[in-house]
């Protein structure tokens, strides 16, 4: 495990957690939203050198975790389907589905490829007009805009060989379901940086006035999420249920425009499934009918079964912040990385992928 000492700026870092320290009188629950976040908290030590008045909860921030296995299932299919290329970023080809994962589907012969930025999966479209070229798009705020950009590129570019298979989910709904859930206990947010970055601060004013807590937008890095921890304490200590930026070098009020311009020209707001969460009203987007020709789902007519989930996996318990990834009986041991049974154990944003890289008990990894 990495320590704060190997950082420039470990000083600063242990003034932040003593500041911490001397802020809280009791105890208090709070959720980092973004898979990044968690990892950096694990990777770095920081969830050992916290004030045991406070309780980290990991929430549902990681896309891939939270694409549901039947997305990955219809994936599958296109990826096994006669004339069909199926593009998608890497992290993607292991998660498993109900059927299977992508790298299998690529092992039996499916044309799988890794692509690094959904105008790849244009650019091959462009080269092969025989082929139908499908982009696995999933994903949250931060990057539907390229792939709304990949839509308009292929429109300018006249293409009718290219289209998206789109997961798309929204950051404030997920919180307020979480928020709303009759078992709650979280107290207050660390926003998502990079989100806030693409979407701007304001859609969380209503969140937090609406359930009386506060939000403080953040970054990644130990010292950001250090002043993210101590702004959220001296707010709860306070009764300040805000919004505040504690990461406004990247982050504006308005986010990015011309990123917003370009999803709310591609996509619409829709009601999502969530795997392991189950659907949230208006958390989702998808691609509006004036690209219809540009929707996989609409393209191939694809079916959705209901969400099957028959392996004992307990992620939809981590992604809700309801679990800790060592409190499942799978984790370590039947579940690993090279043989996971649910997403959060795959992806490197995922919470039991971060457990078991950087907190694991030896005798586990054997």
């Excluded at 379901?177 to 969380?204: K, P, R, S």
């Excluded at 304490?233 to 300040?240: C, H, I, K, V, Y």
Aim: glycine letters at 10%; charged letters at 20%; a negative charge.
């Amino acid at each position: 495990m990495k320590h704060l000492e190997e950082y420039r700026d470990a000083e600063l870092s242990k003034i932040l957690i003593e500041k911490i320290k001397a802020t809280v009188t009791q105890p208090w629950a709070i959720m980092e939203i973004c898979g990044g976040q968690t990892h950096s908290l694990v990777r770095n030590g920081i969830l050992g050198l916290l004030p045991k008045e406070i309780q980290m909860v990991h929430g549902p921030g990681c896309p891939v975790c939270v694409t549901p296995q039947h997305m990955i299932d219809r994936a599958i299919e296109l990826a096994q389907t006669p004339g069909v290329i199926l593009a998608s970023f890497g992290d993607m080809l292991r998660v498993p589905g109900n059927e299977g994962s992508l790298l299998k589907a690529k092992a039996n012969g499916g044309d799988v490829r890794v692509v690094y930025s959904p105008l790849e999966a244009v650019e091959i479209a462009k080269r092969e007009p025989q082929r139908e070229v499908v982009f696995f798009a999933v994903g949250f705020e931060t990057t539907a805009p390229a792939n709304a950009l990949a839509i308009l590129q292929a429109d300018s570019l006249g293409l009718k060989n290219f289209s998206l298979l789109a997961s798309h989910v929204l950051v404030p709904p997920a919180m307020e379901a979480i928020l709303g859930a009759g078992d709650n206990i979280i107290q207050g947010f660390l926003a998502a940086g990079h989100v806030c970055t693409v979407m701007g601060t304001e859609e969380y004013h209503a969140v937090a006035e609406r359930f009386q807590v506060p939000v403080v937008i953040t970054g990644f890095e130990p010292v950001d999420l250090l002043r993210g921890i101590l702004k959220l304490m001296e707010m709860l200590e306070s009764d300040d249920h805000s919004v505040q930026n504690a990461y406004a070098r990247v982050v504006r009020l308005d986010g990015n425009p011309q990123a917003r311009k370009n999803l709310s020209s591609v996509f619409e707001v829709i009601d999502k499934d969530w795997r392991g969460i189950g659907q949230i009203p208006g958390s989702g987007l998808g691609i509006r009918q004036e690209f219809a020709k540009y929707d996989a789902i609409q393209k191939f007519q694809l079916r959705f079964d209901e969400e099957i989930h028959h392996n004992g996996c307990r992620a939809g318990e981590v992604l809700r912040g309801a679990l800790k990834p060592d409190q499942c009986p799978f984790f370590g041991k039947q579940c690993t990385p090279l043989n996971p049974r649910g997403a959060p154990m795959v992806s490197s944003e995922g919470a039991c992928s971060a457990y078991y890289h950087y907190q694991i008990e030896p005798s586990h990894a054997e």
